[in-house]
């Protein structure tokens, strides 16, 4: 019987085809696992970098990552806020958010989370109150500037205890805003301006001024304070000051009404070109009238600047002759002094036309 070759029931090349074929899947399944890697990383890096979007934000106080992330995405500075709250919290960052306005652009989330977090200042608005504004010119100002005028000015004038400071005694603030230039953030709040403004007065109340206070008799720091407000009312400039000071620290110290026309236009709510002695605004009492009452009003008529301040501190009192001046007048552009009321009528008389 003669031996017969065995047929096989599958071709060489199937039989080669298809030990092949799981490691063409694995191959097929690695690319298409590096492709979804690849395009996942795209995405990402899509998602994380720059917008070309410049815009204004702002960053409320107390915002998380999240509430960050979502203020950014509305606005256009990244293009996922969920992605952006992930890098803050991986990086820490999420801790050191800095409230606030912001011109930020979308230059990528490591930019702007350096931007909110460290890196940049929150927008500000530069304001100059002059020496001798009141506060409801204060007020305005801040105003014109979109800052919140109506409540300073309402604080101002009811304060509450915890924006008082302890030396202010009179029914109102003024007097107590030191007049200066002042970089305010754009989200600052009426309290935020009035601490500001209060504690940068506080500085000129130094042990030496307090010390200083006692020598001249006046009683307290409030004292001084509306002392130097009516000062700066009245001086046309810093040389009169000094001399200005005088005459009314010695008409204090003999019980002489100071007489003060700036103080009798504040009472009655006016500027002091508006009074009109015709119409008895004069004989109008208010506690701030000083001709109708002796010695200082309950406050402050305006905020002095440390021009007024010190010169309270260091008054020019008397003549050459050791005689103490009690009168002043102002007429063709210049300041008359006088030790009596026979002198000042007569300088009234030859220069006030």
Do not use: C
């Not at 001046?325 to 300088?347: C, K, M, P, S, T």
């Amino acid at each position: 019987m003669d031996d017969k070759p065995t047929l096989s029931a599958t071709p060489p090349d199937e039989t080669r085809e298809a030990s092949k074929s799981p490691t063409r899947w694995i191959l097929r399944g690695v690319l298409l696992m590096f492709v979804l890697l690849v395009a996942l990383l795209g995405y990402a890096l899509y998602l994380m970098g720059p917008t070309g979007v410049t815009a204004q934000v702002q960053i409320p106080r107390g915002s998380g990552a999240a509430a960050v992330g979502r203020i950014l995405e509305q606005a256009g500075l990244v293009r996922s806020g969920y992605l952006f709250a992930q890098y803050l919290r991986f990086s820490g960052q999420d801790k050191a958010l800095k409230p606030g306005y912001y011109r930020l652009e979308g230059n990528g989330l490591r930019a702007i989370a350096l931007a909110i977090t460290g890196e940049s200042r929150p927008l500000t608005v530069r304001i100059t109150f002059p020496e001798g504004w009141r506060a409801v010119d204060m007020a305005q100002r801040l105003s014109e500037n979109n800052l919140d005028g109506p409540r300073f000015l309402e604080l101002v004038n009811n304060p509450p205890s915890e924006l008082r400071p302890a030396e202010a005694k009179g029914p109102t603030l003024e007097g107590y805003l030191f007049p200066a230039t002042y970089d305010f953030p754009l989200d600052f709040t009426a309290e935020d301006v009035i601490r500001t403004m209060t504690r940068r007065m506080e500085q000129e109340f130094t042990p030496e001024a307090q010390a200083r206070l006692q020598q001249l008799g006046l009683q307290s720091i409030h004292d001084w304070v509306t002392l130097a407000s009516i000062v700066q009312a009245e001086a046309a400039n810093s040389g009169e000051k000094p001399v200005i000071a005088g005459v009314f620290l010695n008409r204090l110290e003999i019980g002489m009404p100071l007489q003060a026309d700036p103080t009798v236009a504040y009472g009655l709510g006016k500027r002091l070109p508006e009074l009109d002695r015709g119409a008895g605004d004069f004989e109008k009492d208010t506690p701030y009238n000083t001709y109708t009452r002796r010695g200082l009003p309950p406050g402050a008529i305006s905020n002095p600047g440390t021009e007024a301040l010190r010169a309270v501190l260091n008054p020019v009192r008397t003549n050459e002759k050791g005689q103490k001046y009690l009168y002043f007048l102002h007429a063709q552009g210049r300041l008359f002094l006088n030790v009596d009321f026979e002198g000042h009528l007569r300088d009234t008389a030859k220069y006030y036309r």
